[in-house]
């Protein structure tokens, strides 16, 4: 098993076990239970069949944003804490 | 009880006789065969192409087909790419003891109707049992041959710096589906192999190309195997464009999953063709018009005529070495 | 006070090529002016990365005096001689079957590979998922078999709920052996040596998705030196190293943590929990490093009657045969693949002679395969 595939939630069946999108309508059974907080339409890293990691895009800066601020030589790291 | 292939049955005796004559008749019959003779005669004249294929495949049942399609497919296209009209094929079944009667009669359905799409004779065959252990299910070993019209003969034609690479269609489908198939991975039914007859497209190609400098189907191994293959025979560098190459969303999906990249993932139905720049774009119009090669592209070009090497240009614009399928990587795909 | 800073870069979606060949051109031409004439020398220690650098041939439009290096990410690469040779004695003296995953099997030992093992009809299985191996066992219970256990931090939960199932059934013929490294502790070992002079560190991806961004603070702090945490498209590194070079060129020291989608100061606290559930830390045996403490993995009380080193201990002292191999070396960043006498020659992926080359995530399989030109 490689490097970690980014999947999207479909469905909760219980705790432990999630359906995960693999486009087209398939689908893959993955096992949640070492992100519970995980939720339907959330995207979860998933690697050798586990999701290890729910995918936060929040306030999270654009890469065409990152370009611009580039060209503008104005680079700005968004520095949290 | 179910009825199963024993180990008597590739004896040559009794059993044997009544599985050619019921079974295999029922579903393969033709004058050649039919006459049941060791060895099949007819005659033919012309340029003759004579191919030789061995299917081990697991599972022998899949979507899109099975071991017998396959094995029919599968030699009928080793023909085809090479410019021959297939036209009589030989089966030999090396069967584990204990397959079921009705799986056998399942595959030989699956040959009989394949046969008859692409029409194409089953003349002779052979039939071992082995011991339980000592064989998978079911092993099938083929030959073909077909004959060369010259106008579809490109074997002399010279590669140019400038000529184009196009595959005939989205690549990596059927060694990935396998794969998926394998790890007990539920699919719907978009997902399956790719397996087809690509002398639909292929000989018609060639007869309105001249254009055309060669033709190869990628099966084990994948574009990235007969790309360099070319490259080795021909002596040219070959780039080709990541951002080019067709590949469905599922397969790009599964690739990231299994770690497989689908460049090196197998194919049933599709061919590397190397062209004519002149000729690119009708050459691409035209196998728009065929089922299996609706969507051809261009994914690259020669260019150069001075070592064998394969390059591809990165999404990011970088450049690197494309190299073959290196060690085993894959389960038993064809 | 905590050393760590975040910079959320947002690309996890497919942009398209057009944008991500203009942020490339952009990002380099960055980087160029900050490196300036310069030498500097950073390195990854995952061989996802070294795998992707590669992928994406990095090297060739990054400035020459920018050398990034590989060091021991590759969980196979680092699997001591030693260990390979136990599993193949454990073959060769034992009537059980061996089930691993991944590249393993075509590591050749000192006498042979488990590869070739099989092909002279040994029982060893390549399983893609580890819960497969509880599948088998259970369909041959007159057998003994040993699960091979390889991996570093992102792999191990995935092993422990094995191991947790494997307990639950009450199997009695499944035994595991554990070869798990933990990251942190080879990274400090590489930096008291001293042999490579680093300036900047890129660190693992999915490691610190499970051991969190604050695993590495204190060796930042020790070493002062500058830590980028990145995820593994194209863009995430090369926005990345651009973050690392501007650290290393300020003299700023902490550790930066460019890819939060992924990665939290605390890590993943199940998955840490789900670990030390079944193991604990030991020391491990590491290829070129050499046996460092405190940074492996064994089964501790709860499973140890699982342990196959304990149920099947070696009768006889292994003596490892020297070869010509010099993974130790390429592992440690002190020699380049290329620079291996065997390198293209005797040694690649179809005949291997050491782990470097037959790991997809080995670093010389990596020049092999993509940097030839």
Not at chain 1, 58 to 64: K, M, N, S, T
Not at chain 2, 224 to 248: F, Q, S
Not at chain 3, 158 to 180: D, E, G, P, V
Request: proline letters at 4%; one cysteine or more.
């Amino acid at each position: 098993m490689c490097l970690g595939v980014p999947l999207k939630i479909i469905k909760i069946i219980d705790q432990n076990n999630a359906v995960a999108e693999l486009g087209y309508g398939n689908t893959l059974n993955i096992n949640i239970s070492l992100t519970p907080e995980a939720k339907e339409g959330d995207y979860v890293m998933v690697h050798a069949g586990f999701s290890i990691s729910i995918l936060n895009t929040q306030d999270a800066i654009d890469l065409l944003q990152v370009i611009q601020e580039l060209k503008n030589d104005n680079m700005k790291f968004h520095q949290t804490n | 009880m179910e009825k199963l292939i024993l180990l008597s049955y590739g004896s040559g005796g009794e059993l044997m006789r009544e599985l050619i004559e019921k079974d295999y008749l029922k579903y393969l019959s033709n004058p050649i065969l039919d006459e049941l003779l060791d060895s099949a005669v007819f005659e033919l004249s012309g340029k003759l192409a004579f191919t030789t294929d061995s299917y081990v495949i697991t599972p022998i049942f899949f979507k899109g087909g099975d071991i017998g399609s396959l094995s029919v497919y599968g030699t009928a296209n080793d023909l085809a790419v090479v410019g021959a009209q297939p036209l009589f094929i030989s089966l030999s079944f090396i069967i584990e003891e204990g397959l079921p009667i009705k799986d056998l009669h399942k595959i030989l359905e699956s040959i009989s109707k394949a046969a008859k799409e692409i029409n194409v004779n089953v003349v002779t065959g052979d039939t071992k049992v082995v011991e339980k252990n000592k064989g998978d299910k079911i092993f099938i070993n083929t030959s073909g041959i077909g004959v060369i019209k010259s106008n579809r003969d490109w074997r002399n034609r010279e590669i140019n710096i400038d000529d184009v690479i196009i595959v005939s269609g989205d690549i990596g489908e059927h060694g990935l589906y396998i794969m998926l198939e394998r790890l007990g991975m539920k699919t719907d039914e978009i997902v399956k192999s790719d397996m087809g007859y690509v002398g639909d497209f292929v000989l018609p190609l060639l007869d309105n190309f001249k254009g055309i400098k060669f033709v190869r189907d990628a099966t084990r191994g994948g574009v990235a195997t007969v790309l360099n293959e070319i490259a080795h025979k021909y002596n040219v560098e070959i780039e080709i464009e990541e951002d080019l190459v067709p590949t469905k969303d599922w397969v790009l999906q599964a690739s990231e999953i299994l770690g497989i990249d689908p460049l090196y993932s197998a194919n049933e139905g599709k061919v590397v063709i190397v062209a004519d720049k002149s000729q690119a774009q009708d050459i691409l119009n035209f196998l728009k018009n065929f089922e299996l090669s609706y969507n051809a592209t261009i994914i690259g070009k020669i260019i150069s005529t001075q070592k064998p090497r394969v390059y591809l240009l990165t999404k990011i614009g970088t450049k690197r070495i494309l190299e073959s399928l290196k060690g085993d990587i894959l389960p038993r795909i064809c | 006070m905590s050393l760590v800073k975040t910079i959320n870069l947002n690309s996890m979606f497919n942009y398209d090529s057009q944008s991500l060949k203009l942020f490339t051109k952009e990002i380099v031409n960055k980087i160029k002016e900050l490196v300036g004439d310069k030498e500097y020398v950073i390195m990854e220690f995952c061989g996802t990365h070294t795998h992707e650098i590669s992928r994406y041939a990095l090297r060739s439009i990054l400035p020459k005096n920018l050398e990034l290096r590989s060091g021991p990410g590759c969980p196979v690469c680092v699997t001591s001689e030693e260990d390979i040779d136990y599993i193949i004695n454990l073959v060769l003296e034992n009537d059980l079957g061996v089930i691993t995953f991944g590249d393993i099997i075509n590591v050749p030992g000192s006498v042979a590979s488990l590869s070739y093992l099989r092909a002279m009809g040994k029982d060893v299985k390549v399983v893609y998922n580890p819960m497969e191996s509880i599948k088998i066992a259970e369909s041959n219970p007159n057998k003994n078999y040993v699960l091979v256990g390889i991996g570093f931090e992102t792999t191990v939960p995935m092993l422990a709920h094995t191991l947790i199932n494997i307990k639950q059934k009450r199997l009695k013929n499944l035994f595991y052996l554990s070869l798990h490294k933990l990251t942190p502790p080879a990274t400090m070992v590489l930096l008291d040596s001293n042999e490579v002079k680093l300036d900047g560190i890129i660190g693992p991806g999915h490691v610190s998705t499970i051991i969190g961004s604050k695993a590495w603070e204190d060796i930042a702090y020790k070493y002062r030196i500058p830590f980028v945490i990145m995820g593994f498209e194209p863009q995430d590194m090369l926005f990345g190293i651009y973050v690392l070079l501007e650290k290393i060129i300020n003299k700023e020291y902490g550790v930066w943590n460019t890819y939060l989608r992924s990665v939290r100061y605390e890590g993943n606290k199940k998955a840490l929990e789900l670990i030390f559930k079944v193991f604990r830390i030991s020391s491990a045996n590491w290829r070129g490093l050499g046996v460092i403490p405190n940074s492996g993995l064994e089964l501790n009380n709860e499973f140890k009657e699982y342990d196959a080193k304990l149920r099947f201990p070696l009768t006889k002292e292994i003596k490892v045969k020297k070869t010509a191999c010099r993974c130790g070396d390429v592992l440690r960043g002190v020699i380049k693949p290329y620079e291996c006498p065997l390198f293209a020659k005797a040694c690649k992926p179809s005949s291997p002679k050491g782990p470097c080359m037959v790991s997809s995530e080995g670093s010389c399989a990596a020049y092999y395969l993509y940097e030839m030109n």
